[in-house]
């Protein structure tokens, strides 16, 4: 079945650590997208990718990096920069055409600090 | 700057009532518009979208959405509430031209149904 998927579900970061979490679809999706989620706050876009090797900054980049070597994958990073990390953190991908943009999200990973 | 605004962090419903969840957008052009649910856990799913067609948007699991330009809204409903709707529900706006695709979220309104 096509779709995204990410890992870990849950994962733990200790004081001054990065850490990474994986997004890979296997749609065959151009675009691909990291939120995060905050109770009360909705989605806030963090990262976005139009195409491969090539990444813009959303709304609340600062603290995170990204990279997309591969059509398929695109992963996140929370630096040690990032102070308040503990969130909800969804990936997305979309791909133009006849679905308008429509973007289709992963299960989330979940990450807290030690 | 897009916003969203989804009147009512929670509503509570009683099973086979009304469901009515409110959305309000601000923008200078009719936006593509989005509802999405999220279960416990859980990525988020589209319920349905408008995209400039008929502006009585159905969706899945018996949920519909209407646009009104006039009143910038874009309020879903559902005539009768199952005990499988408790979810938290978001509404999500792009303008026609928006680059890379970027969606604006509403803060989203979690649905309780009360048997």
């Known amino acids: 079945d096509g779709g995204i998927t990410q890992s870990p579900k849950y994962l733990f970061r200790k004081e001054g650590q990065n850490v990474t979490l994986s997004c890979e679809q296997n749609?065959?999706?151009?675009?691909m997208y990291w939120y995060r989620q905050d109770p009360g706050q909705g989605l806030r876009l963090i990262y976005y990718?139009?195409?491969?090797?090539?990444?813009q900054k959303g709304d609340i980049a600062e603290g995170y990096s990204v990279s997309r070597e591969k059509k398929e994958s695109f992963p996140l990073t929370v630096t040690s920069a990032q102070k308040n990390p503990t969130a909800f953190y969804l990936c997305?991908?979309?791909?133009?055409?006849?679905?308008?943009?429509?973007?289709?999200f992963g299960a989330g990973t979940r990450l807290s600090v030690l | 700057a897009q916003s969203v605004t989804q009147l009512g962090s929670h509503v509570s419903v009683s099973e086979g009532a009304l469901v009515l969840l409110r959305c309000n957008y601000s923008s200078s052009v009719p936006p593509y518009l989005f509802w999405y649910v999220q279960y416990p856990n859980q990525g988020l799913q589209l319920l349905l979208k408008?995209?400039?067609?008929?502006?009585l948007v159905k969706g899945i699991n018996g949920f519909e959405a209407e646009f009104k330009k006039s009143e910038t809204s874009f309020h879903l409903t559902k005539p009768s509430a199952h005990m499988s709707d408790a979810a938290e529900y978001f509404c999500a706006v792009r303008p026609p031209k928006a680059a890379g695709n970027k969606l604006t979220f509403g803060g989203g309104t979690r649905v309780l149904v009360k048997p």
């Open positions: 997305a991908s979309s791909t133009p055409g006849q679905e308008k943009n429509i973007q289709y």
């Open positions: 990718s139009q195409i491969v090797n090539d990444f």
């Open positions: 408008y995209t400039s067609a008929a502006t």
């Open positions: 749609l065959n999706h151009d675009a």
